[in-house]
């Protein structure tokens, strides 16, 4: 469906907010599973589903649904504090996106209430890491694990716990959107796999955690990347030689590197187009909420220097020289012809000029 709007952005570290609009349909539904439909559940969004977007452990409200109770349990779950719940989530989705507010929109919002796991409780020991995520000796904590009733006719048994709020939290924070979990709870058929999961989450945490230790003692650097190549081409049928291919480029930005060489910026890039980040479009300045966008390892610049005003100011007035190298590129050989050609040296046309 065409022209549809969708919305994901963060209201805090630990929770993410969804909202879309679509002029051509009012009847969405999500199912358990987390699959945005329409059509009483007849169809499955092909926006959503080509986004590889899912909600478990959500609820679709529709926009004149939304009450003061809904928005106030959300900020409370995302742990920031406010007067008016209601309409800051208006604002802070008005502010940040090009939404238009009425029937039409609707809200992926996380489960306002905390699921009830089946089951009785049973106080279980697991290995939870360290409550400061620091290294060193592991602690032990008893947890309740809730297990399903076991009758003559029983073919499984279902184990279940919250994840421990400590460290649901700080794996809310993993700068991987994908590596977060999706739920508060483990729902498994063995008493093992909540071990393991507990380890796995426990685990990411402590990664959090280093990641956020190394960033706070980070050095402010320049990345650098130039590459400059001249080719001979030919026809990819005859081999017929088709001239000289000169291509370069050369891009430098500002970024903080850890002492293990991870690199992140405060700055962020958005086209307005990706899955997560439409509405938002352009460069945006993170460093004041202290927001960083780690940057992947396959990121290879050919030069990382430490970062100084001089240093700074020098490339950007090379990136202004390439621009301006790239503008007249632009103007004197764009829909080139016999007479442009003339003109061009006639007027012994210099484009480095």
Same mark, same amino acid.
């Given at each position: ?145 809730? *297990?399903?009733?076991?009758? =003559?006719?029983? !073919? ?5 716990? +919250?994840? &421990?709020?400590? @460290?649901? /939290? ?113 460069? *945006?300045?993170?460093?004041? =909420?202290?927001? !960083? ?5 396959? +990121?290879? &610049?050919?030069? @990382?220097? /430490? ?47």
């Amino acid at each position: 469906m065409a022209n549809k709007i969708i919305v994901d952005l963060p209201l805090s570290d630990i929770c993410r907010v969804v909202v879309f609009r679509d002029p051509f349909s009012n009847d969405f539904s999500l199912t358990k599973e987390g699959t945005i439909t329409y059509h009483n559940g007849k169809f499955v969004d092909s926006d959503f589903s080509n986004a590889r977007m899912s909600f478990p452990a959500h609820k679709l409200y529709r926009y004149d649904k939304l009450t003061v109770d809904i928005a106030q349990t959300l900020y409370d779950n995302a742990k920031v504090s406010t007067d008016a719940p209601l309409a800051d989530l208006i604002k802070f989705i008005g502010d940040n996106s090009d939404i238009t507010f009425d029937e039409r929109t609707w809200f992926i919002l996380p489960h306002t209430t905390k699921k009830k796991l089946a089951g009785k409780p049973m106080k279980i020991i697991f290995n939870i890491g360290r409550r400061d995520f620091e290294y060193g000796p592991d602690e032990y904590e008893e947890l309740d694990v809730y *297990i399903t009733p076991i009758t =003559k006719e029983s !073919k499984s048994v279902k184990f279940s716990m +919250y994840i &421990p709020e400590f @460290i649901y /939290d700080k794996c809310m924070k993993c700068n991987d959107i994908d590596e977060r979990p999706k739920v508060n709870y483990i729902e498994t058929e063995s008493l093992s796999s909540l071990h393991k999961m507990i380890d796995h989450w426990s685990g990411l945490a402590h990664t959090v955690h280093q990641l956020e230790k190394e960033a706070s003692n980070a050095k402010k650097v320049l990345c650098i990347s130039f590459h400059s190549n001249e080719n001979a081409t030919r026809d990819g049928l005859n081999h017929a030689y088709l001239g000289q291919e000169i291509k370069t480029d050369f891009s430098f930005c500002v970024a903080y590197q850890t002492k293990t060489n991870r690199l992140f910026s405060y700055k962020k890039y958005q086209t307005g187009m990706g899955s997560t980040e439409k509405g938002i479009k352009g460069v *945006i300045d993170s460093e004041i =909420k202290g927001y !960083k966008n780690f940057i992947s390892n396959s +990121y290879k &610049p050919t030069a @990382i220097i /430490d970062w100084t005003e001089e240093r700074e100011n020098y490339l950007l007035m090379l990136e202004n020289q390439f621009r301006i190298l790239s503008n007249n590129l632009n103007v004197f050989l764009k829909d080139l012809n016999e007479e442009k050609l003339m003109q061009l040296i006639n007027s012994n046309t210099k484009l480095l000029n």
